[in-house]
């Protein structure tokens, strides 16, 4: 409900009394208040810290504002020549300073009396005594319980032709100061991109440029996404003013306690690194609480070695382990009220699949925002750990600005619906809210129903895209039946994997005027991938074990006769191919565009790839022979005089052998005419090799 009254006489000794509800300080209010000081405008907040007795809002109620108001109007000078600005607090901004209301209100001819609760309107001419008397007058028409509906009541009052008419009421229909959002989203207009410094809302209809905005009924979220821009919250030009005013100084020895809340509900790739970067975060871990909650058995054994190698370090830790069948909701429950007992002044929840930088934690709590999640995406897709909006099933809806936010065309901080992954609540609004807030609700994910649990509470929920703050991992291809399924991870994982599986030294190859190595004439020796990859590989070909039988049939060719056999295992039988000849085209082809320059093949073709089994008793080597290939490559997987003695590979037109291979190296070389080769024989141990014929 939004209300002006006025005196019509336009002397300059006029008032203006600025006047709300609020019974709870709450971010709407937050909201409210900043947007009044944006614009100078001095209101008083009536209820403050009453017992709301208006009723369920989500029904019709708040006949507690009009007496709120009654009570207010009665301590006012009724002599004075006053104007009064009423309105909402929760989903309300100020858009304007007050003399343009005010100018504007005075447009309306004759009019004393400015709402518009529903669509209805009207006035007549009337000398009162006093035109402040007569709002008085007006809600003093009837007794209402507070718990009555207040937008019924002035209703009444207004379609009552008498009052209507004798206290010239009139709607201001066309939102000349007053938009109300709901019903009429698809008429108003945000314009970020003007050349006027700060975002306004026009209306696309009635034409005009409102002075107040009020998120009435379920447009609430929409105000929550508009209030991201206006009353100077965020500029192109300005960028985030809203963030930079609430950013917090915290000397280190100030820093809050922090529960790092941590939960594993899922075979997560690459969960090692995800558990050293909970080591890394730059905090003091005499500030932080461990819960660390781990529902995937296949993860025990690693998450348990953690906790017992680290749990000393946190001022408590306290795990959740597969065997105690707690389900996810309930372990969330149970870490809020971990942090509420233990007087832990934040919850950081992170989950498996979100890696982040080592000072967000940090970020975080300066931000000045009691619930805030940093913005990470599935690199590659516009997955993030974020919604912009929801849809009236409380489920995915994507905002006019998701993309922008979360492809950092704008930055900021952002009032969202729904996050999710990782973020940082702060108790007190746990606490505040402790009956309110809930992971379980019939239906849906405990991430959904604690966000739809917060909307409900009033409790604004941010993502920050202010910085890169890290990403999420892509969980659904991990296979964890596979032999090390991390190793698969290479298209779906990139960054992971690189960081994992790539040699130390791989970028090194790239260097300008780097020479490269050349052991014997046009074969080419790289750094290409770690020992640890080389170790995984040949963990899972064995555990495979179905090597061939290393004679000339055979049914995995497509004429089944192979005509330089060897005892080796094909990618495609591993369930490998597709990674592999990613390997290929992402990491191979640009070595070999170096070296053999102006042959372009992408993506490199290669139906023969395999990983070959050297061994004395085995096949111990292979006679010399060509490659059906433009250019073979040779990866060493182990190391000679480590796992085995002899071995290397020959160059017999050139008489030069390559015997000291190197664990993750990689020889390439032509295929055909000139590079006539033989493999030299393993006297002692297993040698393995990873070969490819590139573009048969
Ligand atoms: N209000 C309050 N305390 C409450 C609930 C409501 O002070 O517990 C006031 C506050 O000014 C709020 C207004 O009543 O903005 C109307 O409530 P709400 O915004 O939920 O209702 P709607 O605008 O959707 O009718």
Request: aromatic share 12%; proline share 6%.
């Amino acid at each position: 409900v939004l209300l002006l009254a006025s005196c019509l006489a336009k002397n300059s000794s006029e008032k203006v009394v600025v006047l709300t509800v609020a019974t709870d300080d709450n971010h709407g209010l937050q909201r409210f208040l900043r947007s009044a000081k944006v614009y100078n405008i001095d209101v008083e907040v009536l209820g403050m810290g009453r017992k709301w007795t208006g009723g369920n809002m989500d029904f019709p109620g708040g006949g507690m504002k009009v007496n709120l108001l009654k009570e207010k109007l009665t301590t006012l000078d009724m002599k004075e020549d006053t104007i009064v600005l009423f309105t909402d607090s929760y989903d309300v901004m100020y858009l304007s300073e007050l003399p343009e209301i005010v100018k504007r209100f005075k447009s309306f001819p004759e009019t004393r009396f400015c709402s518009r609760p529903s669509s209805t309107a009207g006035r007549t001419p009337r000398s009162p005594p006093s035109y402040l008397s007569e709002l008085l007058e007006i809600v003093q028409l009837k007794a209402v319980e507070d718990s009555d509906d207040d937008q019924l009541f002035y209703t009444g009052v207004y379609l009552d032709p008498a009052t209507r008419d004798s206290f010239k009421i009139n709607l201001d229909h066309d939102a000349q100061i007053f938009q109300n959002l709901n019903g009429v989203l698809s008429d108003i207009q945000l314009n970020t991109n003007t050349t006027e410094e700060w975002p306004f809302i026009n209306n696309t209809v009635t034409k005009q440029r409102p002075l107040l905005v009020h998120g009435n009924g379920p447009a609430k979220l929409t105000l929550n996404q508009l209030g991201n821009y206006l009353a100077h919250s965020w500029s192109p030009t300005n960028g985030c003013e809203l963030c930079k005013e609430k950013k917090l100084e915290i000397k280190e020895e100030d820093l809050p306690t922090v529960l790092l809340s941590v939960f594993i509900e899922q075979p997560t790739p690459f969960l090692e690194e995800f558990l050293q970067q909970l080591l890394d975060l730059s905090y003091p871990q005499e500030k932080l609480h461990l819960f660390l909650r781990n529902n995937e058995p296949y993860h025990e054994e690693l998450v348990d070695k953690f906790f017992k190698e680290h749990s000393d370090k946190y001022i408590s830790a306290k795990r959740v382990k597969p065997s105690d069948f707690l389900n996810e909701a309930e372990a969330r429950k149970l870490a809020t009220e971990r942090c509420l007992n233990t007087a832990c002044e934040f919850i950081f929840s992170i989950d498996s699949v979100a890696r982040v930088d080592k000072n967000t934690l940090r970020y975080l709590v300066t931000s000045g925002y009691d619930v805030i999640a940093p913005k990470i995406m599935r690199p590659g897709l516009a997955w993030s750990n974020f919604w912009g909006a929801v849809n009236s099933a409380g489920f995915y809806a994507r905002s006019t600005d998701y993309m922008d936010i979360a492809y950092n065309v704008i930055k900021g901080i952002w009032n969202v619906p729904f996050i999710t992954n990782v973020y940082l609540v702060k108790s007190s609004v746990l606490r505040k809210y402790s009956g309110k807030v809930t992971y379980s609700r019939p239906e849906v994910d405990p991430d959904m129903a604690f966000c739809q649990s917060l909307r409900e509470a009033g409790i604004f929920m941010h993502v920050s895209n202010e910085f890169q703050f890290g990403h999420l991992v892509n969980p659904e291809s991990y296979d964890v039946t596979k032999t090390h399924p991390d190793v698969y991870q290479v298209i779906d994982n990139k960054e992971e994997w690189e960081a994992r599986y790539l040699h130390p030294d791989y970028a090194m190859n790239f260097e300008d005027n780097r020479t490269h190595l050349q052991p014997c004439p046009d074969v080419y020796w790289f750094p290409l991938m770690s020992q640890r990859f080389c170790v995984e590989w040949i963990a899972i070909m064995e555990a495979y074990g179905k090597w061939s039988a290393g004679d000339n049939k055979d049914d995995r060719l497509p004429g089944g006769y192979e005509a330089v056999p060897t005892r080796d295992i094909h990618m495609s039988q591993v369930g490998l191919e597709r990674q592999w000849l990613h390997i290929l085209k992402e990491y191979v082809r640009p070595l070999q565009e170096m070296v053999f320059i102006g042959y372009y093949h992408n993506p490199p073709v290669s139906v023969m790839n395999f990983v070959v089994r050297y061994r004395p008793d085995e096949q111990p080597s292979l006679r010399p022979h060509h490659d059906a290939s433009t250019y073979t490559i040779n990866l060493a997987l182990n190391t000679p005089h480590v796992d085995y003695e002899g071995g290397g590979c020959k160059f017999l037109r050139y008489d030069c052998s390559v015997r000291d291979t190197r664990q993750g190296w990689l020889l390439m070389h032509p295929g055909r005419v000139t590079h006539y080769h033989e493999g030299l024989q393993v006297t002692n141990g297993t040698r393995y090799i990873m070969i490819s014929f590139v573009d048969p």
